[in-house]
């Protein structure tokens, strides 16, 4: 199965996380608007984007590109993030396979991207374990990579209990930029 043919919902008793839609617009700006999420959003490569949305139309055009970037160009899929229990979307994970020719070739890159409210240990591994092993499955890779700035405090503490382990090895951009702070979790 080719996930950019066809996209499959990953779900547990708490979240839902399925292939981002316009309507998730008016929940995600709690997300993308909010300051405090800011430095957690991983913009590493992103040729200068830090996601910051100060309005609804903001929204509505990172969720029209997102979509491009996966139906079009097949670069990578945002996937929402939605509460089971509230039944709202209260972030997005990105996915894509890297090939690079450095530590994280054959690696899927996750970014994670969570409201405020929800950056927390157990939000954040509960997540981790619903998608890492499906997703190197479905990305066809041989490990997982996210970041977490030394700051990311609950993030970092969710990452080592999903058996994600910190790495030195930085990750090279396209630009020969070298960007820190990667975890990663390597196919049992």
């Given at each position: 199965m080719d996930i950019y043919d066809n996209c499959p919902e990953l779900c547990d008793d708490a979240y839902r996380i399925r292939l981002i839609e316009p309507g998730d617009a008016e929940d995600l700006l709690t997300v993308y608007g909010d300051r405090l999420a800011l430095p957690f959003f991983n913009s590493d490569n992103c040729h200068g984007a830090n996601f910051y949305c100060r309005t609804l139309h903001d929204v509505e055009e990172s969720i029209k590109y997102w979509l491009v970037e996966y139906h079009e160009n097949r670069g990578f899929v945002r996937f929402a993030v939605e509460s089971l229990e509230t039944e709202k979307t209260i972030g997005t994970l990105e996915?894509?396979?890297?090939?690079?020719?450095?530590?994280?070739?054959?690696?899927?890159?996750?970014r994670i991207d969570l409201a405020v409210a929800y950056e927390r240990e157990?939000?954040?591994?509960?997540?981790?374990?619903?998608?890492?092993?499906?997703?190197?499955?479905l990305?066809?890779?041989?490990?997982?990579?996210?970041?977490?700035?030394?700051?990311?405090?609950?993030?970092?503490a969710a990452l080592a209990g999903a058996g994600y382990v910190a790495k030195r090895q930085p990750l090279i951009g396209h630009d020969g930029t070298h960007y820190y702070d990667y975890w990663q979790m390597p196919r049992a």
């Open positions: 996915m894509f396979r890297r090939e690079a020719d450095d530590y994280y070739d054959d690696c899927g890159i996750l157990d939000v954040i591994h509960g997540i981790l374990d619903l998608v890492s092993v499906p997703f190197m499955t990305f066809g890779c041989a490990k997982i990579a996210t970041k977490a700035p030394i700051y990311a405090v609950e993030r970092r």
